[in-house]
């Protein structure tokens, strides 16, 4: 059964730092491309970032380009996200989600975790 | 990276078919045939219910159907019930190797 855990979420001030983590189990990890995707309170889902299985191609949205960096440790089924110069707009729920099909990149989300709440505020 | 327009709410009574539309340009929704859709119920992860603007995943129901036409993506669900009373999101593959996702359509069964 697949399995997303994520956690790392919290209260972090303005300006602050977190990493978030989720952790994969239930399938061949470094096989599939992974995203982060938020949803702030009352609002619509956002993509953020995605990373191919290897890790050696990555993208962001542009509401975070320069702030976040995914990453993922294939040999621990990991999966990360560390936010920097966090800001009152990135107050969210962070899901990580799962692509469907082994290798593509661009293939929809089959998975995804229950989510960690990060709220931005002094 | 504008989010794709969807209309922010639609409704219908049992067993009538709705459509939510999903507007994008270009470099996005007609761009690709890789739009997709899911279903949101309150405090809950997202569910992919369309994939390669019609295709079904396993386990969903085939009262869910996609199109597209041009800039424009389309779900429609035939025969509506109250379970189908939900938040739907569009999301595209964009030309900048992005994905995008639309504002979402709370979805009220009367």
């Known amino acids: 059964e697949v399995q997303l855990l994520e956690s790392g979420g919290g209260l972090v001030q303005p300006g602050g730092s977190l990493r978030l983590s989720c952790a994969a189990s239930?399938?061949?990890?470094?096989?599939?491309?992974m995203s982060w995707v938020r949803q702030a309170p009352g609002k619509g889902l956002e993509w953020v970032s995605g990373i191919s299985g290897s890790g050696s191609t990555t993208n962001y949205a542009d509401s975070v380009k320069g702030r976040f960096t995914i990453s993922r440790d294939n040999s621990k089924s990991t999966l990360y996200l560390q936010m920097n110069s966090l800001r009152a707009d990135d107050t969210a729920i962070y899901y990580c989600a799962k692509v469907s099909v082994a290798g593509v990149y661009r293939s929809p989300f089959d998975y995804w975790g229950q989510g960690t709440l990060v709220t931005v505020s002094s | 990276q504008s989010a794709l327009t969807q209309p922010a709410s639609v409704s219908g009574s049992p067993g009538q078919p709705i459509t939510i539309s999903c507007t994008g340009t270009?470099?996005?929704?007609?761009?690709?045939?890789?739009v997709s859709w899911y279903q949101q119920h309150p405090g809950k992860a997202p569910k992919l219910m369309i994939y390669d603007v019609s295709n079904r995943p396993s386990g969903v129901s085939n009262r869910f159907s996609g199109s597209k036409s041009g800039n424009t993506a389309s779900l429609t669900i035939s025969g509506l019930q109250a379970e189908d009373e939900a938040d739907y999101y569009c999301?595209?593959?964009?030309?900048?190797?992005?994905?995008?996702f639309g504002g979402g359509t709370k979805l009220t069964v009367l």
């Open positions: 239930g399938f061949t990890f470094n096989n599939y491309a």
């Open positions: 999301s595209s593959y964009t030309s900048t190797s992005t994905l995008v």
């Open positions: 270009s470099s996005d929704v007609g761009g690709y045939n890789y």
